[in-house]
């Protein structure tokens, strides 16, 4: 069987401390219903007709909050699946992986 690639899922018999953000699960967790509420937040505004700049007010809000999950995720990412990779070769794949992450979080502005 073929080693897995970097973004492939973990192998069934993989632990959940395999993920760099095992650690912090719950609190990534919560961010992300927290964000899940200012969508549909955003949502009922524009149902009720609300003031345009309102409503991009607060579409800048839950970028923001999903950046700050990225950046986590990013930081999780380098210090447990990159700095942690076991041999060179993995950590060169996984660090090329990072970057293009990187790329396409900040290309799309």
Known sequence: M???QPSDPAPANASPESRGYAATKDQLSKRLTRIEGQVRGIHRMVDEDRYCIDVLTQISAVQA??????????DGHVHHCVVGAQTPE???ERTTELMAAVGRLTGRR
């Open 2 to 4: 073929a080693d897995p």
């Open 65 to 74: 909050a999903l950046d700050k999950v990225a950046l986590g995720l990013l």
């Open 90 to 92: 993995l950590r060169d």
